[in-house]
């Protein structure tokens, strides 16, 4: 953040190229976002237009912070897969390339799947669906791999009004498990295996080892890697056989604007990861829009975004605000690093990639790796660069901006979050200067505003915490099954605004720059993680009696998962055990969550009412002994000298 800090007067303005044709320019910004805020019923309205309603919306805003009831077009009937497939069909551009797929192999050949092609796919995955006897409304969890059957899975359901719940292919059985239980999910699809640099993931495998905790009626395999699985008789069914034979229509039906479309786990500060629920209406016209404004889409053009369709930047930014868009939309199965540390480029390269989304930690990770890797390839066709999930270090923004955009590519920075359902924070590409390490402004409708932590209201150039005072159509509309929760997490804390979690400054040229969560929530590699969640993973464990877990700066993750362990009396710590926890903590959440470091502690660091000291454990985590503040009002102060000197010895 330092560093953040003292860059602040960087200013780069917006290239001549991006000026040029831009659907957005400065004097266009201020007066759209004017209107925007001041007559929301009309902006919206008009941004609405662009779909295609089975029953036009009469009313546009109808919400409440405060008892908490979020509504936008709420009259209105649409289908999001007909926005996405069917409208543009019936526009002529059925041959147009809606995914170019990517494999993870670079000598596996690709796919381009037209529009006519794509929804011919996903009529045929949901007419299959229907035949498993999924209906309107029913949860669907989908555990995919990157390969377009994923986003057929997730358009199929949303042509026949199915709730989709997708489950990062990264998660653990127990993580599905829990997940299929939440939501009370009938039916999940999965495939064989997945591919991540040239290693198998066992999908199939994991979902049979979570079905021996929860129950369903079906499981719905696509075979891509053609890997050995099991099947079981009478509950899990081959794609393509079970598919054999099913209509070649099939109408969507027709959603009420706040009919659910999908839920979505994510880790808060406390418990277990939330369903976030959204519904259809505003957050297709939110996806359509915030695509179009901060990527300024140009017809023809490639578009690339490197998340997981099992993360909310897949859902709302490879899924369905590009195919709302009638974008061309690249999809990777691959990782950055294979064959090698160029693969990015190197599909740049072949599919002529204009516009680039990735997160921050994978740019720090390349650049480390050198220049030459970009250097070989031809990245001429790149116009625009995006980045996502966390906040980007001035030193990666400049190298990305350098080595990756040839010095002519505006960045946009977008802050957002699975509960914004797409961009809330960003300059525009033909609109704004952009400052190296600030997301910018905030998008049309988005009402941010900076408060202590009294609630108290920031003005001018500040720095607090950073709260919503006004819905916008993407929002979440609440926690599946627990409205209260979705009350509590997002509404208590600032009575009548929505709040983020994440700490924020606002510059003196009203430009935001998001400093990171101000609650328990980490940020690994762009990966959301609760410290909770760890904490009850290793607690779990038999030899372990209590876990404090923090974050922790890291060059290439941006943040590191940094664990403190209690054993249970008697039982002596050593490197074994240490190597034991961190794999147990992979197996219960996933390897995203694998701990970076264990460091044993005979204690923790609590208050005398039993209140772990979590401010003491984050500073010794980085480091920072200086500034430990009052530790006399410990319960057993003489803890924290042993904690340093732990700390000190790895
Ligand atoms: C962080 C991902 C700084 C932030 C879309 C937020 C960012 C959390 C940025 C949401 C950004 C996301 N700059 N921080 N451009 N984008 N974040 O729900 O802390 O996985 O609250 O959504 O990521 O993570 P989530």
Redesign the pocket.
């Known amino acids: 953040m330092q560093e953040t800090i003292e860059r602040q007067g960087d200013i780069v303005p917006v290239p001549a190229s991006a000026k040029e044709g831009t659907s957005c320019t400065l004097e266009q910004y201020n007066e759209m976002y004017a209107r925007s805020v001041d007559d929301p019923d009309g902006f919206w309205m008009e941004q609405a237009e662009r779909l295609d309603w089975i029953e036009k919306p009469t009313k546009v805003t109808d919400w409440s912070f405060d008892p908490v009831n979020i509504k936008w077009f709420t009259d209105g009937k649409l289908n999001i897969c007909a926005n996405a497939l069917d409208r543009h069909v019936a526009a002529g551009k059925g041959d147009t390339v809606a995914l170019i797929f990517e494999p993870d192999s670079p000598d596996t050949p690709d796919r381009k799947i037209t529009y006519a092609a794509l929804l011919a796919d996903v009529i045929k995955m949901a007419n299959t669906l229907k035949k498993m006897g999924v209906k309107k409304g029913d949860r669907v969890t989908i555990y995919m791999p990157m390969i377009p059957e994923g986003a057929v899975a997730m358009l199929a359901c949303a042509r026949i009004g199915a709730v989709h719940s997708v489950v990062f292919g990264g998660f653990s059985p127990d993580a599905i498990a829990g997940r299929i239980e939440d939501c009370k999910s009938d039916y999940v699809i999965c495939a064989d295996e997945g591919l991540r640099g040239s290693k198998r993931v066992p999908l199939k495998g994991n979902v049979d080892e979570a079905l021996k905790k929860v129950s369903v009626k079906s499981v719905l395999v696509v075979q891509h890697t053609g890997g050995n699985v099991n099947m079981t008789e009478g509950r899990d069914h081959w794609y393509h056989e079970y598919s054999e034979g099913v209509d070649t229509e099939c109408a969507p039906e027709a959603m009420n604007a706040e009919d659910p479309l999908f839920i979505l786990y ?1 880790s808060g500060s406390t418990g277990s990861p939330k369903g976030v629920v959204h519904t259809t209406g505003g957050y297709a016209v939110w996806t359509e829009t915030t695509f179009r404004y901060t990527f300024d889409y140009r017809p023809g053009e490639v578009y690339w975004c490197t998340a997981d369709i099992g ?3 897949g859902h709302s930014y490879i899924v369905y605000g590009p195919l709302q868009a009638g974008a061309t939309a690249l999809m990777f199965e691959g990782v950055p690093n294979y064959p090698d540390h160029d693969r990015f480029w190197a599909v740049c390269d072949k599919h002529k990639v204009n516009i680039f989304y990735t997160a921050p930690t994978a740019i720090r990770a390349l650049m480390r790796e050198g220049d030459a890797h970009v250097k070989k390839h031809d990245l001429s066709s790149l116009r625009l660069l995006g ?6 270090n001035p030193e990666a923004w400049r190298w990305y901006y350098e080595h990756v955009g040839h010095n002519n590519c505006p960045i946009v ?7 914004t359902g797409g961009h809330m924070i960003t300059t525009l590409p033909g609109a704004h200067a952009m400052k190296p390490g600030s ?1 910018g402004k905030p998008f049309f409708g988005v009402c941010p505003q900076l408060v202590d932590n009294d609630g108290a209201v920031l003005e001018g150039a500040t720095e607090g915490n950073l709260c919503i005072t006004r819905s916008w159509p993407g929002q979440a509309r609440t926690v599946y099954g627990d409205h209260d929760r979705f009350v509590q997490t997002y509404f208590a804390n600032y009575r009548g605004k929505y709040f ?3 700490g924020c400054r606002r510059d003196e040229d009203d430009y935001y720059w ?1 400093t ?2 101000v609650d328990d929530v980490i ?1 690994v590699s762009g ?2 993680m609760g410290t909770a969640e760890v904490e009850s993973a290793l607690v779990l464990h038999e030899l372990v009696a209590e876990s404090a877990v923090v974050g922790f700066p890291h060059d290439i993750k941006g943040q590191g998962i940094y664990c403190y362990v209690t054993l249970n009396a008697g039982v002596e710590p050593d490197d074994e055990l240490a190597k034991a926890l961190r794999n147990w903590v992979r197996t219960e959440i996933g390897p995203i969550a694998s701990p970076d470091h264990i460091q044993f502690t005979p204690g923790l660091p609590k208050t005398r009412s039993g209140k772990i000291m979590r401010r003491i454990l984050r500073k010794i985590a980085e480091n920072d002994f200086g500034s430990l503040g009052d530790t006399s009002t410990l319960a057993d102060p003489s803890l924290v000298d042993g904690l340093i000197e732990g700390r000190l010895n790895r």
Do not use: C, K, L, S
């Not at 980045?387 to 980007?392: A, F, K, L, S």
């Open positions: 994510t993360w909310v930047t980045t996502v999930g966390e906040p980007i920075d977008t802050w957002w979050q699975t509960e997301a983020t979690g994440d998001i990171g969560r940020n990966h959301r």
